[in-house]
């Protein structure tokens, strides 16, 4: 069996899938409507990917950054695929606020502010559900 | 006049453009072969462009890392776009080594150990340069 965290469990809160990638919620107190995009298969990077299935995966991310623009109304988005500890293509799509934990560090950096403790509302996360759904219908 | 960073310096060592992005390459001692990808218009998020805009932009992005994982086989890409300081469009393309200063945190993180302070040899340099421009045709 595979060791692959993102090959063996979601990777968060499943919110949409197709038999290509799935975009799940992050629980992050800091980060309420951090989102995800997946990649289905166990690969490493993007340009291990045919071209159109790069781009069918950015479509994703892009449909998601809208979907997180329209319903949280961050500052800013953060997009990042990185995947040093497990390196499965995924997306991070971020909300950035200006008195988030780390602006305008990015999330991985030294915290600028004490942390909110903010988790998203049960309504506005269906909201975002909703939207992410809609997009990408 | 704008105060955009980006909008008023190439932002690195110019490597290749066209009329609507730009490649640069920058100088990190810990990162050699660091790369940004560069939209010239100032617009702060993906969902801004339209769609065509957005796969011209992300063609580039993937162009430059199959050029600096040839040139500079790194471990892994590192891909992000993120614009808290400066929200004018840019991808950092980054290649990334077990032994790296930061590795496995995103470069932005905690580092893991001493700098190498290991700069791009001028060859290197010349190389990835070629690549990238044979790559962006």
Same mark, same amino acid.
């Given at each position: 069996?595979?060791?692959?965290?993102?090959?063996?469990?979601?990777?968060?809160?499943? $919110?949409? %899938?197709?038999?290509?990638?799935?975009?799940?919620? *992050?629980?992050? /107190?800091?980060?309420?409507?951090?989102?995800? &995009? !997946?990649?289905?298969?166990?690969?490493?990077?993007?340009?291990?990917?045919?071209?159109?299935?790069?781009?069918?995966?950015?479509?994703?991310?892009?449909?998601?950054?809208?979907?997180?623009?329209? $319903?949280? %109304?961050?500052?800013?988005?953060?997009?990042?695929? *990185?995947?040093? /500890?497990?390196?499965?293509?995924?997306?991070? &799509? !971020?909300?950035?606020?200006?008195?988030?934990?780390?602006?305008?560090?990015?999330?991985?950096?030294?915290?600028?502010?004490?942390?909110?403790?903010?988790?998203?509302?049960?309504?506005?996360?269906?909201?975002?559900?909703?939207?992410?759904?809609?997009?990408?219908?």
């Amino acid at each position: 069996m595979s060791v692959c965290e993102l090959c063996n469990n979601p990777g968060g809160e499943l $919110i949409w %899938q197709d038999g290509f990638c799935r975009v799940v919620r *992050l629980d992050d /107190v800091d980060y309420p409507g951090f989102c995800r &995009v !997946i990649l289905n298969r166990h690969v490493k990077e993007m340009s291990d990917l045919e071209v159109h299935d790069r781009e069918r995966l950015m479509a994703v991310v892009f449909a998601v950054e809208q979907a997180v623009r329209e $319903i949280m %109304q961050p500052d800013k988005i953060n997009l990042a695929s *990185l995947g040093n /500890v497990t390196p499965h293509l995924h997306w991070h &799509v !971020i909300p950035r606020y200006k008195l988030d934990r780390h602006f305008p560090n990015p999330i991985w950096g030294s915290s600028t502010r004490e942390s909110l403790a903010n988790p998203l509302d049960k309504n506005t996360a269906q909201q975002l559900k909703t939207e992410i759904q809609r997009m990408l219908g």
